[in-house]
């Protein structure tokens, strides 16, 4: 059957599903709801001493479209009927040639595309240096070796965004039998720029670029949007539909175009991946999502961005919150903290692959020219409140930011953003403003005898970059699954570990963006980064010492200097 885009087949198909009354003698064990309906009955909750925690009518009707692969339902990974068509649809909608329904987050969509293009042990994979978690558990399970890009740090804000194009070319260069360049676009704060240069430089080296848009779903559904990564020249892209769309939590997709990905193979790392018993609703939730992008067009964003647009008028009338922009004037800059780039040859390693140049040397025109309309990212431009202070005040006025940092709060405005919200924001900040006006004025008459603070100093558990002096790509880093072995390891005090190899992964959370991996040479730049985090009370996993007073390292090859 060829379906049309106001068509959502697979929530129809549950719909049938629950209006036909059928018996269910499958799985799921809760039949429907029925095991429930039992206890909503006063009299059997007063026999068992039952408190008033029951589900709600929202949740035993949920349940009723709660299916599994059954007659008219579809398989998820073999799909040749409604979850077939919902994910051709998809296609259609976001510009792929073929789009994979996850039910595991963009996580799962992560892992399947590096499991595909490391198609063999020791494959080499130029990934961006600040990525997810996901990331680098993907290659733990393909035992890959990656070789980390450093991304543009915007001089005006001090965060991360994306590798430069420079820096991307270095690193194909150096290293042409990489298997694929995995890049992030856009980052938590909604920065980005044109990755149609980058995807060029992949294509003429024969690589596919991956990119992980999770923070991305909407992007070139509206002229006020930035372009897709698709749009661009991406050959996998992983979307959370569920992040600034309007499917479920976990709901995501995988998009796929061109010939330079194996689609066999990705579609048996998918099945790998993801569960064998894949929630219905997630999927529904999924095809409604885009349903509801794919009928509407770009009045899907109209209701919301009017109300980003009054939330911005109105900050003005605020002059103490200061909104993150791209300035492209400051993109033709250095930040003012770097030092001068030593030298300017390139040398060459043992390997007598070339260096790459010092970080601070890479051109910087490319790094941030697009923001995300709908992340307003803030700050107290007085320097009273920090991130987490003031996103503490704003949940006081029942004002929840998606995260906060040491100096930004995220404020994340969707499609389903109101006016009424932006209005409710307005009034908590200017209370805010009006409740630290004391600590403001003290702020301003000490201001003349302070000194000013540093940009070394801003802490962000978010932008886990080291220094100017860092090359611009790593040397190939190993990724395994086999556990490294107690006693090979030692723990060393954190001041004493530059030069020895980590045992374990470091990870400022959230968002889970490794700061160290395991296996990687501890530079003196890490050591004083994690110390400066550490101090400042920034949460880390995967420490054996959960205070950062040590960190463990790998026992074998001596120290280097």
Same mark, same amino acid.
């Given at each position: 059957?060829?379906?049309?885009?106001?068509?959502?087949?697979?929530?129809?198909?549950?719909?049938?599903? =629950?209006?036909?009354?059928?018996?269910?003698?499958?799985?799921?064990?809760?039949?429907?709801?029925?095991?429930?309906?039992?206890?909503?009955?006063?009299?059997?909750?007063?026999?068992?001493?039952?408190?008033?925690?029951?589900?709600?009518?929202?949740?035993?009707?949920?349940?009723?479209?709660?299916?599994?692969?059954?007659?008219?339902?579809?398989?998820?990974?073999?799909?040749?009927?409604?979850?077939?068509?919902?994910?051709?649809?998809?296609?259609?909608?976001?510009?792929?040639?073929?789009?994979?329904?996850?039910?595991?987050?963009?996580? $799962?969509?992560?892992?399947?595309?590096?499991?595909?293009?490391?198609?063999?042990?020791?494959?080499?994979?130029?990934?961006?240096?600040?990525?997810?978690?996901?990331?680098?558990?993907?290659?733990?399970? $393909?035992?890959?070796?990656?070789?980390?890009?450093?991304?543009?740090?915007?001089?005006?804000?001090?965060?991360?965004?994306?590798?430069?194009?420079?820096?991307?070319?270095?690193?194909?260069?150096?290293?042409?039998?990489?298997?694929?360049?995995?890049?992030?676009?856009?980052?938590?704060?909604?920065?980005?720029?044109?990755?149609?240069?980058?995807?060029?430089?992949?294509?003429?080296?024969?690589?596919?670029?991956?990119?992980?848009?999770?923070?991305?779903?909407?992007?070139?559904?509206?002229?006020?949007?930035?372009?897709?990564?698709?749009?661009?020249? $991406?050959?996998?892209?992983?979307?959370?539909?569920?992040?600034?769309?309007?499917?479920?939590?976990?709901?995501?997709?995988?998009?796929? =175009?061109?010939?330079?990905?194996?689609?066999?193979?990705?579609?048996?790392?998918?099945?790998?991946?993801?569960?064998?018993?894949?929630?219905?609703?997630?999927?529904?939730?999924?095809?409604?999502?885009?349903?509801?992008?794919?009928?509407?067009?770009?009045?899907?964003?109209?209701?919301?961005?009017?109300?980003?647009?009054?939330?911005?008028?109105?900050?003005?009338?605020?002059?103490?919150?200061?909104?993150?922009?791209?300035?492209?004037?400051? =993109?033709?800059?250095?930040?003012?903290?770097?030092?001068?780039?030593?030298?300017?040859?390139?040398?060459?390693?043992?390997?007598?692959?070339?260096?790459?140049?010092?970080?601070?040397?890479?051109?910087? +025109? $490319?790094?941030?020219?697009? =923001?995300?309309?709908?992340?307003?990212?803030?700050?107290?431009?007085?320097?009273?409140?920090?991130?987490?202070?003031?996103?503490?005040?704003?949940?006081?006025?029942?004002?929840?930011?998606?995260?906060?940092?040491?100096?930004?709060?995220?404020?994340?405005?969707?499609?389903?953003?109101?006016?009424?919200?932006?209005?409710?924001?307005?009034?908590?900040?200017?209370?805010?403003?009006?409740?630290?006006?004391?600590?403001?004025?003290?702020?301003?008459?000490?201001?003349?005898?302070?000194?000013?603070?540093?940009?070394?100093?801003?802490?962000?558990?978010?932008?886990?970059?080291?220094?100017?002096?860092?090359?611009?790509?790593?040397?190939?880093?190993?990724?395994?699954?086999?556990?490294?072995?107690?006693?090979?390891?030692?723990?060393?005090?954190?001041?004493?570990?530059?030069?020895?190899?980590?045992?374990?992964?470091?990870?400022?959370?959230?968002?889970?963006?490794?700061?160290?991996? +395991?296996?990687?040479?501890?530079?003196?730049?890490?050591?004083?980064?994690?110390?400066?985090?550490?101090?400042?009370?920034?949460?880390?996993?995967?420490?054996?010492?959960?205070?950062?007073?040590?960190?463990?390292?790998?026992?074998?090859?001596?120290?280097?200097?």
């Amino acid at each position: 059957m060829k379906y049309k885009p106001y068509h959502a087949p697979l929530y129809e198909a549950l719909l049938h599903y =629950q209006e036909s009354g059928n018996r269910s003698f499958h799985v799921p064990g809760h039949k429907n709801g029925q095991a429930y309906r039992g206890w909503m009955n006063p009299e059997n909750r007063k026999q068992h001493g039952s408190s008033d925690v029951m589900p709600m009518a929202a949740f035993l009707d949920m349940m009723q479209i709660d299916v599994t692969e059954i007659t008219g339902t579809d398989d998820l990974h073999h799909p040749e009927g409604v979850i077939l068509g919902a994910q051709q649809l998809a296609a259609d909608c976001f510009g792929a040639e073929e789009s994979f329904f996850l039910v595991g987050g963009s996580t $799962a969509g992560n892992l399947a595309m590096l499991l595909t293009v490391c198609d063999e042990p020791n494959s080499i994979v130029l990934v961006q240096r600040n990525v997810h978690k996901s990331v680098i558990h993907g290659l733990m399970l $393909a035992g890959a070796r990656a070789v980390f890009l450093e991304p543009h740090v915007d001089p005006s804000s001090g965060l991360a965004v994306m590798p430069s194009v420079e820096t991307v070319g270095a690193a194909v260069q150096a290293y042409p039998e990489a298997k694929g360049v995995l890049v992030t676009l856009p980052n938590y704060y909604g920065m980005g720029a044109d990755l149609t240069p980058i995807a060029d430089i992949c294509h003429a080296a024969g690589m596919p670029l991956l990119v992980d848009e999770a923070h991305g779903a909407h992007y070139g559904q509206h002229p006020e949007l930035p372009a897709s990564a698709l749009s661009c020249g $991406a050959d996998g892209v992983v979307q959370s539909t569920h992040k600034m769309l309007s499917a479920f939590t976990m709901g995501a997709m995988l998009h796929i =175009q061109g010939p330079l990905l194996n689609r066999s193979l990705l579609r048996q790392r998918l099945a790998m991946v993801q569960s064998s018993s894949p929630s219905y609703p997630v999927m529904a939730s999924l095809d409604l999502a885009r349903r509801l992008l794919h009928v509407q067009g770009a009045d899907t964003f109209t209701a919301g961005l009017a109300a980003v647009d009054a939330f911005k008028r109105g900050l003005a009338e605020l002059p103490r919150f200061q909104l993150l922009q791209p300035v492209q004037a400051l =993109q033709q800059e250095q930040p003012a903290e770097a030092e001068p780039a030593a030298g300017g040859n390139r040398a060459a390693d043992a390997s007598g692959r070339p260096t790459a140049p010092p970080a601070a040397a890479m051109p910087s +025109a $490319a790094g941030y020219t697009a =923001q995300d309309p709908f992340k307003a990212v803030i700050y107290d431009g007085a320097g009273v409140l920090s991130g987490y202070g003031l996103q503490q005040q704003l949940e006081a006025y029942g004002c929840v930011p998606e995260m906060s940092d040491e100096r930004y709060v995220v404020l994340l405005f969707s499609l389903g953003s109101t006016r009424s919200d932006a209005e409710h924001l307005l009034q908590a900040l200017e209370r805010i403003s009006q409740a630290n006006e004391n600590e403001l004025r003290q702020s301003l008459n000490e201001r003349p005898t302070q000194a000013p603070k540093k940009a070394v100093h801003y802490i962000s558990t978010w932008n886990n970059l080291l220094d100017a002096s860092v090359k611009s790509f790593s040397e190939p880093i190993s990724f395994s699954l086999q556990p490294i072995s107690e006693k090979d390891t030692a723990e060393v005090e954190l001041e004493d570990c530059a030069g020895y190899r980590s045992a374990e992964m470091i990870i400022p959370y959230p968002p889970g963006i490794p700061i160290l991996y +395991a296996g990687e040479r501890i530079s003196p730049a890490t050591v004083k980064r994690i110390k400066l985090l550490r101090d400042e009370g920034a949460r880390f996993h995967g420490a054996a010492d959960g205070t950062l007073r040590s960190l463990k390292i790998m026992k074998e090859g001596e120290k280097l200097s």
